[in-house]
């Protein structure tokens, strides 16, 4: 399998986001379309900024296929976030969701940012072994009941 990462600027890519964090996580975890909602409204407050300088989405393709997806936003005050970090099932094990991170951590130090943050929930845990690589520090914990589920909800930061 050929993995590569790529800008998220073609018809569809959005889109794509939606749909893809929406199934993924309703089949693993049996989220509710709450999660989609939330997930929708964090991609059309991403398409509307004009803002292209400090903000960007990629995507991950194998065998020219989305397989993954990250947006770094600006968070104010000099802080970046990163936002919507997925992999689909059949496109894990090839080193996708570390080099969308990376490419979110280089953007975010490009523009200038002083950190970067990230909110997650503790079950996706290949996400946070990935965050733990990269350098991320787990600063805050919080239950929670969203998307029909009890979870733990996490706050993730690193000074870049």
């Known amino acids: 399998m050929h993995m590569s990462v790529r800008i998220a600027d073609r018809p569809g890519d959005l889109g794509w986001i939606v749909m893809a964090n929406a199934e993924v996580y309703a089949q693993q975890f049996g989220w509710n379309t709450d999660y989609e909602s939330l997930v929708a409204r964090i991609v059309a407050d991403f398409a509307e900024r004009a ?32 936002r919507l970090l997925l992999v689909t099932p059949d496109g894990r094990g090839h080193g996708a969701g570390s080099a969308l991170v990376d490419a979110c951590l280089d953007f975010a130090r490009r523009c200038g940012y002083r950190s970067m943050v990230l909110w997650t929930n503790s079950v996706l845990e290949s996400a946070r072994h990935i965050y733990q690589r990269a350098g991320f520090e787990l600063v805050a914990e919080s239950r929670h009941r969203s998307f029909g589920s009890d979870l733990v909800g996490q706050d993730w930061e690193l000074v870049l």
């Open 51 to 82: 803002d292209s300088e400090r903000q960007r989405a990629w995507i991950a393709e194998a065998d020219g296929r989305r397989i993954g997806c990250v947006m770094c936003v600006d968070a104010g005050e000099g802080v970046a976030r990163l």
